[in-house]
């Protein structure tokens, strides 16, 4: 563990880019991480040691379906025809959970966090990301929260009359260091969750704040306001101003 916390985040906001070159640019970031843990861990004196950063990346993705480790093929419905036919793209990625769909009107949220800087509990992270999203609804009137047993964030969760998704999480973890994240329907089209199994889960529903609310949201309001949530209940110090020439 590193004997210097760094509570400060660099938030970086990459607009739409295409998912394989912000997998890739992940990738970088977590490897870049690691290599710093390791030098660390081999280090004599605490005085050496290098601090370790904090990204959140926010972005969007033109249509792709993304499958991680855990999840079964089967769960994406159409053929390879459908999928250009449809404009979308699919890739087998390396975090947990099933299938999910990104797509425009998606707000899609990377954080690659040193957990070291914060504390050593997966589960409190995820259910950190989901408390930020929950509270960020919660000021559109919307109200939501967590199912046993299932990550992300639902509408309906208590009565279950008529559950629905409205964010995905699925996450990869090493050495404490976190990549993938959460990826919350805005303005999505929810068409596209029609082609798949969303999650492997066959019995509930996808919604978006626009399909609750009846009508667009600002994109740049609900950022600004999940950010303020995240760099709360994280207690971290978010640079927005972050220098992106990394990219």
């Avoid at 009565?159 to 303005?187: D, E, Y």
């Avoid at 626009?210 to 740049?220: N, V």
């Amino acid at each position: 563990m590193n004997h210097t916390l760094n509570k400060e985040v660099n938030f970086i906001h990459l607009g739409t880019i295409d998912y394989q070159e912000a997998w890739d640019f992940q990738e970088k970031l977590f490897a870049e991480s690691l290599e710093l843990k390791t030098y660390n861990r081999k280090t004599v004196s605490p005085e050496e040691e290098k601090v370790t950063p904090n990204y959140l990346i926010f972005c969007q993705h033109p249509h792709v379906y993304t499958l991680g480790k855990s999840g079964s093929e089967n769960n994406l419905l159409i053929n390879e025809a459908f999928l250009k036919q449809k404009g979308a793209t699919f890739y087998k990625i390396n975090r947990g959970g099933d299938i999910t769909y990104h797509g425009p009107g998606q707000l899609v949220g990377y954080p690659i966090f040193d957990l070291d800087n914060f504390f050593n509990d997966i589960h409190k992270y995820l259910r950190l990301l989901e408390e930020a999203v929950i509270l960020m609804l919660a000021e559109y009137g919307i109200t939501a929260g967590r199912i046993a047993g299932l990550t992300g964030v639902w509408l309906d969760h208590e009565a279950q009359k008529q559950p629905r998704k409205i964010c995905a999480m699925g996450v990869k973890c090493s050495r404490w260091v976190t990549m993938h994240g959460f990826a919350l329907n805005v303005n999505t089209d929810l068409e596209y969750f029609n082609y798949i199994v969303p999650c492997g889960i066959t019995d509930k529903a996808v919604t978006s704040m626009q399909k609750e609310l009846g009508r667009e949201i600002p994109m740049a309001e609900v950022e600004e306001k999940l950010l303020n949530h995240l760099s709360q209940l994280f207690e971290a110090a978010l640079h927005i101003n972050a220098d992106e020439s990394a990219y």
